[in-house]
């Protein structure tokens, strides 16, 4: 039976298997009463010299292909090679330094056991990547210091909110080191800061704390992202592969006719990122910045096949069943669908509710969100 949850555990995505992502999907506040968040009108396909549109390069925690990720060396790569944007995570140490990193713990880019929140900046700091060049991890303040600088006020910067922080005290946070930070007098944060943000919990804490700042909704759920449609100027980051099929048209073309930008997430292969292009999608988050670009340039020149692999269908199906599994299983859990009206409270996270193990996080085990 172990044996059995094990090999599942490697082959499923990890939001499958996370309590906490069960639990924080259906605490879900009331929405409708809040402000609504400004559009990010800047974060929209790219208009081209002979009329067309293509998608805005986004990096993926930077130029995670080349660099460290989530790490100066890879903000810098990204930009250098000519993103639009860069997109990273954020998390709290004990002594409340909002730092750059997807992963709750040290263990995976660091080597460490830690937890980052058991930890204060001082001991953060002299930590280094395991990969070469063996870079520290930075601060926010770092990233937007940089992003500050002359000749970079075109680059915006889309915020991962990682769910496995205090809600309230992140989003204090970010406020307070955004507001620490001059912009470029050109540029003021709140034209190129997007705040993401998983679960609707957030929602309200970005109005209460940072009410000039757009919001864009991080899902793998297309069920739970609709609940947002109702909600003016919020944009949507879903998924690649759960936009495939008769489902995620439906939604593409809801977003579209509601005027959001959408953006695309993680989008590596050539084939891929054509498809995104195909499907106007306004910005593709990748590893490769570079490479899209060439995809990009190459789509200009008549370079437009979509033809996917037996393999890469495959891994599509997967996901979409996944997906749709997490889904059975919160109406199971919950007697809704994710973004429905749930009709029993979430219970406290247990870690082995769903075979995950003890003190794993969905952020741990996932290279791609």
Request: proline letters at 8%; a neutral charge; hydrophobic letters at 35%.
């Amino acid at each position: 039976m172990n044996a059995a949850r094990t090999r599942l555990q490697a082959l499923a995505p990890p939001f499958l298997f996370d309590d906490t992502v069960y639990n924080t999907f259906a605490d879900s506040p009331d929405t409708d009463r809040e402000p609504p968040s400004p559009l990010p009108s800047w974060t929209f396909a790219k208009k081209r010299e002979n009329g067309g549109k293509l998608p805005q390069t986004i990096a993926h925690r930077g130029y995670k292909e080349q660099q460290p990720e989530n790490t100066m060396g890879a903000f810098r790569g990204a930009v250098e090679v000519g993103a639009h944007a860069i997109e990273t995570d954020l998390h709290l140490t004990k002594d409340n330094v909002v730092v750059l990193s997807h992963d709750a713990t040290l263990k995976r880019c660091f080597g460490k056991p830690d937890k980052i929140i058991d930890q204060d900046w001082a001991y953060i700091s002299e930590q280094r990547t395991t990969r070469e060049p063996h870079e520290p991890m930075p601060r926010l303040d770092e990233l937007l210091q940089y992003l500050a600088l002359p000749g970079h006020e075109d680059v915006w910067l889309l915020l991962d909110l990682k769910i496995d922080n205090d809600a309230d005290n992140l989003m204090r946070l970010i406020a307070q080191t955004i507001e620490s930070v001059p912009s470029h007098p050109d540029r003021p944060w709140n034209k190129r800061i997007v705040l993401g943000c998983w679960v609707a919990k957030f929602f309200p804490l970005a109005a209460h704390y940072l009410p000039s700042y757009p919001i864009t909704n991080i899902s793998f759920s297309l069920s739970y992202s609709r609940q947002f449609l109702r909600l003016p100027n919020v944009s949507f980051n879903m998924l690649q592969k759960s936009l495939f099929g008769f489902g995620g048209s439906r939604f593409m073309r809801d977003v579209r006719a509601a005027g959001r930008p959408l953006f695309h997430w993680t989008v590596n292969e050539d084939n891929f990122m054509r498809w995104s292009i195909k499907h106007e999608a306004d910005g593709v988050i990748t590893d490769d910045p570079k490479r899209f670009l060439r995809v990009c340039d190459e789509w200009e020149q008549g370079k437009r096949e979509t033809h996917f692999s037996r393999k890469q269908w495959l891994e599509i199906v997967w996901f979409n069943f996944m997906i749709t599994l997490f889904q059975c299983i919160f109406w199971w859990r919950f007697g809704a669908l994710p973004g429905g009206k749930v009709k029993r409270r979430p219970q406290p996270a247990s870690p082995n509710a769903l075979g995950a193990g003890p003190g794993v996080s969905v952020t741990e085990k996932t290279e791609n969100q």
